[in-house]
């Protein structure tokens, strides 16, 4: 049986004190597996985001427990977080958050700046998950103001790789892409997830690209409405496989 | 985060936008550069008036009519018009102990003509004796003699200045003192035959010793002043340093019962060594120096509000990066080491600017002006230091707000 990457046990998470009160997350209980790709769906408000802040050690649940690769992180300060975000988690986000002005690889290889690791041993690694990203070779040494957007995501994602990370969080990663490239990134997801087994947490609110995962969690006004396998999962394309179809 | 890796990241966050980091530089780089460039041209002309007190002779007391009003000032009625002092105070003062030399003065401002030329200076009748009171050294000729001051002699030794201006045969030209030798002059309209040319001292302001010339003392009196009774000053040379004060404290008693008076705070003379004037007049330029850095030190200031207020934009601006940063495990500490770098390497730029800067300033301002400037090992240092605390203090605010984001709200900043 493999292990529990993701065990949350009637996570509650609620702002504000008294009258003001406003209860987001309402008793979240789940657990995933190592090398699963899910996606959590939800419409805007419906808690999906404050959940993901929780998954991604960035929050602490107001009560309830969140075990991350084995370790109960549901209370932990903030430093403790910050060292839980530096070892075992990867994050991609719908802006891509890279560094203006900046070269591909050393925004690839910022997260070991953190971790203190040498300069090229660092760049080793994040040639590596440049290359298991599917980013081509010849922009390496490009800015990252200088490529477009569907690289520039798939930078952010050989970003999440080079920590090695348990748990590759993504936040409507595709969000910000048009169809095309955004079926690309679903394909490296896919591809990630299917060929290193890399565990994926997608956060959507769009069902086509929630149909990309294995197994869909649909949550609604801080509950949990249904958390099924998805029989009918997309394989999305490759580069090459779309570029085909135009010529 | 290494310490490398924390320079590498600072540098790569300066010169991403260069004329902004340039800019906010500037403020440092003028503050700096200022309190160097001043404090330079303060010290320099306190060396300058130290040096041309030293030049005015060794162990020197002088004494001139009137009373010193207050300590540091000489404020007395006009000269001429107290007219306290004779000759006879002088030789009484010569039998005093320790006293090497004593030099009656009378003194002017008279108009001198040699053929088409004329100028207007300083002219002083006194006795040989003057020559090594006040270090005046001989080029070419004699100066004037015993002889020459009991005769009454009409004889003159001039200054470089007024050798140049009088017998310089044109404007481009300069004149040799062997040309002024034997030549008449006229000063106040008696005819003065030119017996010695004096060295060059240098020296500007109040006491020009190279724009002057010596008469003896007698034919002062006789041909100019029109009196005979009174001197303008009397200046002694004690035999050491250390019998200053003693030569000083009897000349006073001397002179208060050669003038019959009692009450010392009344004396009609007022006697000054060197080492008082030394004193006065460097608390004088040491005020001006600590005032000129006063000033440089609010551009200083300034500047470094500059620094803040661009750190607190940068901070703002980069509030998703910092959100990043935390996101992937940067801890508050990182945050707050590479701020507060940035704001270091910017002021420590804009200091070392600042001093080469403030060095050429220094540089320039005595070619053009010929005041002195003096540039001091000392306060470069601490104009580096301080350029380094004043990063440290106005960037430590801005790299805490930086550091105390919330990774969730900061990556939602838009």
Same mark, same amino acid.
């Given at each position: 049986m ?8 009637d ?8 009258e003001t009160e406003?209860?987001?997350l ?7 597996e ?5 996606a ?5 408000g ?18 309830g427990?969140?075990f ?7 209370k932990l300060?903030?430093?403790e ?5 530096r ?5 991609v ?5 890279l ?15 953190? #971790?203190?690791?040498?300069k090229?041993?660092r760049?080793?690694i994040?040639?590596?998950? *440049? =290359? +298991?990203?599917?980013?081509p ?5 490009y ?18 790789l080079?920590n090695?990370?348990?748990l ?10 048009d ?6 990134v ?11 087994g ?11 690209v #929630? ?5 869909i ?7 949990? *409405? =249904? +958390?099924e396998?998805?029989n009918?999962?997309?394989l ?9 179809d135009?010529? | 985060?290494?310490?490398?890796d924390?320079l ?6 300066v ?15 003028i ?19 130290q040096?041309?007190i030293?030049?005015?002779g060794?162990?020197l ?21 107290s ?24 003194s ?8 088409g ?21 001989i ?5 004037v003699?015993?002889?020459d ?14 050798l140049?201006t ?20 006229k000063?106040k309209?008696?005819?003065f035959?030119?017996?010695?040319v004096?060295?060059a001292?240098g ?5 020009n010793?190279?724009?002057m ?6 034919t ?5 002043l ?8 009397i200046?002694?040379?004690a035999?050491?340093?250390g ?16 003038h ?9 003379f ?10 006065t ?13 006063a ?13 803040m207020?661009?750190?607190l ?8 990066e910092?959100?990043l940063?935390?996101a ?5 500490n990182d ?9 270091v390497m ?6 070392l ?6 060095w ?7 070619l053009?002006?010929?005041i ?6 000392p ?9 380094a605390?004043i ?13 105390g ?10």
């Amino acid at each position: 049986m493999k292990k529990d990457i993701i065990v949350c046990k009637d996570i509650k998470k609620a702002y504000g004190v008294g009258e003001t009160e406003v209860v987001v997350l309402k008793g979240i209980t789940f657990s995933i597996e190592e090398g699963e790709f899910v996606a959590i769906m939800g419409p805007s408000g419906s808690g999906k985001s404050t959940l993901m802040h929780i998954l991604g050690a960035l929050d602490t649940p107001t009560s309830g427990e969140y075990f991350l690769d084995g370790k109960d992180v549901s209370k932990l300060s903030d430093e403790e977080l910050a060292d839980i975000r530096r070892e075992k988690i990867g994050f991609v986000f719908q802006a891509f958050n890279l560094l203006p002005r900046t070269s591909v690889l050393r925004n690839v290889s910022l997260p070991l700046i953190y #971790a203190n690791m040498p300069k090229f041993e660092r760049e080793e690694i994040a040639k590596k998950a *440049l =290359t +298991d990203a599917a980013f081509p070779e010849a922009f390496w040494q490009y800015h990252s103001n200088q490529i477009s957007g569907g690289m520039m995501q798939r930078v952010a994602i050989a970003r999440s790789l080079v920590n090695n990370p348990a748990l590759i969080l993504a936040d409507e990663p595709t969000g910000n892409l048009d169809s095309k490239t955004g079926e690309i990134v679903l394909h490296t997801f896919q591809n990630l997830n299917m060929t290193q087994g890399k565990t994926v947490v997608l956060i959507t609110h769009e069902p086509y690209v #929630a149909e990309h995962a294995d197994r869909i969690i649909h949550i609604r006004d801080g509950n949990i *409405l =249904t +958390d099924e396998k998805n029989n009918h999962k997309r394989l999305a394309r490759n580069e090459k496989d779309i570029t085909d179809d135009h010529t | 985060m290494t310490t490398r890796d924390l320079l590498e990241e600072t540098y790569s966050a300066v010169t991403v936008n260069k004329v902004r980091s340039g800019l906010t530089m500037l403020g440092i780089v003028i503050g700096i550069a200022s309190v160097i460039a001043l404090v330079a041209v303060g010290q320099g002309s306190q060396a300058s008036i130290q040096s041309s007190i030293d030049s005015l002779g060794a162990n020197l007391v002088m004494i001139t009519p009137g009373a010193t009003r207050s300590v540091g000032t000489t404020l007395r009625a006009a000269a001429g018009s107290s007219e306290t002092l004779t000759p006879d105070d002088a030789t009484a003062i010569e039998s005093l102990s320790n006293v090497e030399a004593v030099a009656p003065e009378v003194s002017g401002r008279y108009q001198v003509i040699y053929k088409g030329q004329n100028t207007n200076t300083s002219v002083m009748g006194t006795t040989p004796a003057y020559e090594q009171v006040r270090n005046v050294s001989i080029d070419t000729g004699n100066f004037v003699s015993d002889t020459d001051v009991s005769n009454s002699n009409r004889v003159a030794v001039i200054g470089p200045t007024v050798l140049q201006t009088l017998f310089a045969p044109s404007t481009d030209a300069s004149a040799t003192p062997d040309m002024a030798i034997g030549q008449t002059i006229k000063i106040k309209g008696t005819q003065f035959t030119v017996i010695g040319v004096t060295v060059a001292q240098g020296g500007s302001g109040f006491n020009n010793q190279d724009d002057m010339i010596y008469i003896p003392l007698t034919t002062a009196q006789h041909y100019l002043l029109g009196s005979t009774g009174y001197v303008t000053e009397i200046d002694v040379e004690a035999s050491t340093q250390g019998a200053m004060t003693q030569v000083q404290n009897d000349i006073t008693n001397l002179l208060l019962v050669r003038h019959n008076i009692a009450d010392p705070t009344q004396a009609d003379f007022t006697v000054l060594n060197q080492a008082s004037i030394v004193s006065t007049a460097s608390s004088v330029t040491s005020t001006f120096t600590t005032l000129l850095a006063a000033i440089a030190a609010i551009s200083l200031l300034v500047g470094g509000i500059g620094i803040m207020n661009m750190m607190l934009t940068t901070v703002t601006e980069r509030t998703r990066e910092i959100g990043l940063r935390k996101a992937i495990g940067a801890k508050k500490n990182d945050i707050t080491l590479q701020f507060l770098a940035e704001s270091v390497m910017l002021t420590f730029g804009g200091g070392l600017i600042g001093v080469v800067l403030g060095w050429l300033a220094a540089v320039v301002i005595s070619l053009v002006t010929g005041i002195t400037t003096s540039v001091s090992i000392p306060y470069i240092l601490l104009a580096f230091f301080v350029s380094a605390a004043i990063g440290i203090i106005f960037g430590y605010y801005p790299a805490r707000r930086a550091a105390g984001l919330n990774p969730i709200e900061a990556l939602r900043y838009e």
